[in-house]
């Protein structure tokens, strides 16, 4: 098989898949990109990760990039757990249940719906946030700091916010709805409401999503915590902190308190931003089902200008290549690449610029 996708390569060309060609794709449309090999480690490997693919079959044969399904925002609930019921969006009294009540209302029951074909077609698997209206809705381990138990503890992303004491309710969606997720919000959301939600920006230099839905497809239960416990050693090799629990920031000023004395806040919050990477601070959570099972594992990756960064097929050999280029460095590694949002950065070195 090998054989024959080398000589249709020589023939027809690269491979949707060939590493070089989506090197080329990403460099041609902007996007920070570097051509550092995935694995750093000893071939053989010294540390112990060797027998990771023994513990699962991957897809090794099919494209991966534009495996992403286009989104405007991703929501993350709180939850406490590491995995969940098998659609999470339809468990009876769960938030991710009414908050996608909310949305199917709202956007007439289209979860997929696109604001229009990009004014300029990029390469597959690049996603602009403002080319559609979709919400995706996830599940997340960290825990909520409300003190109701009833209040759920969000975070939404790519706008790099938590949104605490939301109601698990049908009313409480509705409130999220209309103070965050409406499209027509920008990252702050709605700049007068009366609602009790309170809002902070995420006190990190980037956000790890790994998915761990075993009830979905137990390879990603496999690999989140493996991949869990990898980035953990080479992030803090490199002096960086790194939290696996979202930091409680009920005693800290919320964006509405802090930023009211600003007046341009928007201008504010973006300055806010800009000072998070310089905190070399990760936070890495486990979450629900995003897709791609068959490439797992599966992580994702947000940097506070809003960019997100999907890798497939990662395993413990990747992960200091993944915590040099990406996490620190900001470039995007293409052989692992199965798509990101706001990647398109002209003129920046990496995604964290400005």
């Known amino acids: 098989m090998a054989a024959l996708r080398k000589i249709k390569a020589f023939i027809t060309g690269p491979l949707p898949g060939d590493s ?4 080329d794709d990403l460099k041609a449309a902007d996007v920070p990109v ?5 694995r750093s480690c000893a071939d ?27 989104y405007r925002r991703q929501v993350i609930i709180s939850t406490g757990k590491t995995d969940w ?11 991710a249940a009414f908050l996608r009540g909310a949305n199917d209302k709202r956007r007439g029951g ?21 080319d559609t209206r979709r919400l995706s809705i996830l599940n997340g381990s960290h825990e909520t700091f409300s003190e109701d138990p009833a209040q759920e503890t969000v975070i939404i992303l790519p706008d790099f916010k938590v949104i605490a004491d939301v109601p698990r309710s049908s009313a409480g969606a509705e409130m999220l709805w209309t103070a965050a997720l409406d499209p027509s919000h920008g990252r702050l959301g709605a700049q007068s409401r009366p609602d009790s939600l309170r809002s902070w920006i995420l006190p990190y230099s980037c956000v790890i999503l790994l998915c761990s839905h075993k009830r979905r497809d137990k390879r990603c239960a496999i690999a989140a915590p493996i991949l869990e416990k990898t980035f953990i050693q080479y992030l803090e090799s490199e002096d960086w902190e790194v939290h696996t629990r979202l930091e409680d920031l009920s005693e800290s000023p919320s964006l ?22 310089d905190e070399r601070k990760v936070l890495i959570l486990r979450n629900s089902h995003i897709g791609g099972h068959k490439f797992a ?15 497939g097929r990662v395993t413990p050999h990747d992960v200091q290549s993944i915590v040099k280029n990406t996490i620190i460095a900001g470039q995007v590694l293409p052989p692992i690449l199965r798509g990101g949002l706001n990647l398109v950065r002209p003129g920046c070195k990496t995604l964290y610029d400005w």
Not at 85 to 95: C, F, I
């Open 20 to 23: 070089k060609k989506v090197y």
């Open 34 to 38: 570097t051509e550092a090999d995935c």
């Open 44 to 70: 053989p490997c010294d540390q112990d990760h060797d027998d990771y693919a023994s513990k699962m079959t991957v897809d090794m044969e099919s494209d991966m990039r534009g495996s992403v399904k286009p």
């Open 85 to 95: 019921d098998n659609e999470v969006t339809e468990a009876d009294g769960t938030l």
């Open 110 to 130: 289209q979860l997929d719906d696109r604001g229009g074909e990009p004014r300029n077609p990029l390469p597959a698997g690049l996603l602009e946030q403002n």
């Open 256 to 277: 509405e308190s802090s930023l009211s004395i600003y007046p341009d806040p928007e201008i504010a919050f973006e300055a806010e931003l800009k000072g998070l990477r």
């Open 297 to 311: 594992g599966n992580v994702i990756i947000y940097t506070p200008r809003g960019a997100s960064v999907w890798y």
